[in-house]
């Protein structure tokens, strides 16, 4: 009898060694500026005034947006000419547009919002707004803070929700009916499948707890994303550690699953594990926000091993024919008796 050792597949490891060396040479624009009382005496009022404002709301002057509503309305009139009820002019800029922080104002006396943004599509294109309005129809200049923006989205995230059930529904109807592998019920020889679910499922807990308990770090990182994990808060590096695991294991995962099944039930094997990573990701990361979501997390991660280590794993091969077996004896394939 032979013991099986789990590895990783050597066509990843190129790409674990260049993800690593990236992480390790790349230049991060994460920064969270602290002045000091040293460094306040270089600065003038209005420089010193810039530096808290971009502290606090985690952007300032030369910050790059892009509108995400249909339309935005700008003002052309300064704030206080605004304030004083005299009549205005309004420019509008529309979806997809880039917008550039020109100027910042803080008018106490107004009820509605004290900070007023002046942006510019361009020389002949700029007006006032409240921050408030701006923030909630535009979105930073970065792939990284659209793709948090759209996954943020409460429609899309009910869309989301429907379809993933849909979807799950249908295929385990059809993964039953089929007899056919899929992972947590009747699972292949692999840890690879249940290692992504399970990471899945930690990613989306961790994502909720940093937007829970730290929602300042996470604005941070909205307005000034990276994907360098070194560089940033700890809880904020471990999430980051977390996505980068999805991507290797993600691939790890497809390549076992070609190597053990056929074209046909790979695929379907591999919709079967999309369905149930969407589920994990949906529901933790709901129910994280009312605090659920860690007995929830505590109880999966408990079955999701159980269950493989119990009934997927294959400690030895058949000697006869080379059938991975999950105990000793008959071979279910050739009938050879291993002891």
Not at 191 to 220: E, G, K
Request: glycine share 4%; with cysteine; charged share 15%.
């Amino acid at each position: 009898m032979l013991k099986l050792k789990l590895h990783l597949p050597q066509a990843l490891w190129p790409l674990i060694v260049v993800v690593a060396l990236s992480l390790l040479h790349v230049s991060c624009n994460y920064k969270q500026t602290r002045t000091t009382d040293t460094q306040q005496a270089q600065y003038s009022q209005k420089q010193l005034d810039s530096i808290m404002f971009a502290e606090k709301h985690h952007y300032s002057v030369n910050y790059n947006f892009v509108v995400k509503d249909d339309s935005v309305s700008l003002i052309r009139q300064q704030p206080e000419e605004i304030m004083g009820r005299m009549m205005t002019d309004t420019v509008t800029v529309y979806k997809h547009d880039h917008l550039a922080v020109a100027d910042i104002r803080i008018i106490p006396a107004d009820s509605i919002d004290s900070v007023w943004v002046q942006v510019a599509r361009d020389q002949a294109t700029f007006g006032w707004i409240h921050e408030t309005g701006l923030l909630k129809s535009v979105v930073p200049n970065d792939p990284i803070s659209q793709f948090i923006s759209i996954f943020s989205d409460t429609h899309l995230l009910v869309f989301l929700i429907i379809i993933s059930l849909i979807s799950i529904t249908y295929l385990m109807r059809t993964i039953f009916r089929r007899n056919a592998k899929i992972v947590h019920f009747n699972d292949i020889n692999s840890f690879y499948p249940t290692l992504l679910a399970v990471i899945v499922a930690s990613s989306a807990t961790l994502y909720s707890s940093i937007q829970t308990f730290a929602p300042d770090i996470w604005q941070q990182f909205y307005f000034n994303p990276t994907l360098n994990p070194f560089n940033v808060p700890f809880i904020l590096g471990v999430f980051l550690v977390s996505v980068w695991s999805m991507l290797i294991i993600g691939l790890a995962t497809i390549d076992v699953v070609r190597s053990i099944l056929p074209a046909s039930e790979a695929l379907l094997y591999l919709c079967g594990l999309a369905s149930v990573c969407a589920v994990n990701y949906i529901v933790f990361s709901i129910a994280t926000l009312y605090f659920i979501g860690y007995a929830m997390f505590a109880g999966y991660v408990y079955y999701a091993l159980y269950v493989y280590f119990k009934r997927s794993r294959c400690a030895y091969i058949c000697g006869k024919c080379g059938a991975r077996m999950n105990r000793k004896g008959r071979c279910p394939v050739c009938g050879t008796v291993n002891e």
